[in-house]
């Protein structure tokens, strides 16, 4: 797959407006995403598990991706699908299902977000993420692709875990480039009302930092110390990826405007509960 590619398909862009299908619409990117295009005067369908009738004159449609069950009436009328459902396992199936849906339908654009790393890093998740990635590109369909790093959110879920432990696991080697959700979602809507790009560059934050550095950052914005540190090293292929830094965005990629610091001024400093903080839903 290469950067910047664009699809060959010989479908065009719509001229006019029609429905954005929007899978994890009430996720953390997701309830970022719908206000931004309901702005810009797009209709908005939102795909959940749970459907909650229509709210703020949005329709939010219940199917559950993995088993494929009513996706295809969830399409009626939809020019655009964004992609942005996402969980632990399961997100190659449930984007076929999706993408088989879309070739019978008349989807003119199909944008997915993925994750920074996934065709470099050996997990399972991100093997999966790739999987979509795959599936999508070989459709058929226009399609847009971005690579986000870990959102702010993930990563305070994560180090507020770990800080609780006696000690503070430190893994070698281990970076980080996490991104403000917002603009992720500011980014992915910019590409959602443009025309299909293919694989666009990735998006990540605009500092680089070691786990422990995420982790004073964190203790500081508390007004506390973080705990001592245990050195720990990820063994196998996946160790030597992240320690190679290949969990990070690559030459000419995009940053966002928020750091980790402004993050935690906004969560944390303030005094903001930690339980808010939700985990991404794509990626």
């Known amino acids: ?17 029609s429905t954005i299908l929007v899978t ?6 997701g309830s970022l995403v719908v206000p931004l295009l309901r702005e810009a005067g797009q209709d908005v369908r939102v ?31 939809v020019g655009t699908v964004l992609h942005l459902a996402g969980g632990p396992k399961g997100d190659d199936l449930a984007t076929r299902n999706l993408v088989r849906a879309a070739q019978g339908a008349d989807v003119r654009h199909f944008v997915y977000i993925s994750v920074i790393g996934a065709d ?25 692709t971005l690579r986000a790093a870990q959102f702010n959110e993930l990563v305070l879920k994560t180090v507020a875990a770990m800080a609780k432990l006696p000690v503070f696991p ?23 009302l443009g025309s299909p790009s293919g694989l666009v560059p990735d998006l990540a934050g605009p500092e ?3 786990l ?10 508390r007004g506390k110390r973080r705990r001592p540190t245990l050195p720990v090293r990820i063994p196998g292929k996946a160790g030597r990826a992240y320690r190679a830094g290949d969990n990070l965005a690559r030459a000419g990629a995009r940053t966002g405007k928020r750091t980790w610091e402004d993050f935690l001024a906004e969560r944390v400093g303030q ?11 794509a990626g």
């Open 1 to 17: 797959m290469t950067t910047n590619s664009v699809n060959p398909s010989d479908r065009s862009t719509p001229s006019t407006p």
């Open 24 to 29: 994890g619409g009430t996720g953390t990117l």
């Open 47 to 77: 795909l959940s598990r749970h459907g909650r009738g229509t709210v703020d004159g949005v329709a939010h449609v219940a199917v559950d991706l993995l088993d494929g069950e009513g996706i295809e009436a969830a399409l009626t009328g």
């Open 120 to 144: 470099r890093v050996p997990l399972a998740w991100l093997r999966s993420k790739l999987d979509a990635e795959r599936a999508i590109a070989g459709s058929g369909l226009p399609w847009t």
């Open 170 to 192: 430190a893994p070698g080697g281990l970076r980080l480039q996490p991104v403000d959700a917002r603009d992720v979602a500011a980014r992915i809507t910019e590409l959602t």
């Open 208 to 210: 680089v930092y070691t």
């Open 212 to 221: 422990t550095e995420l982790a004073d950052g964190y203790a500081g914005a």
């Open 271 to 281: 005094g903001a509960p930690l339980a808010s903080a939700g985990v991404r839903d």
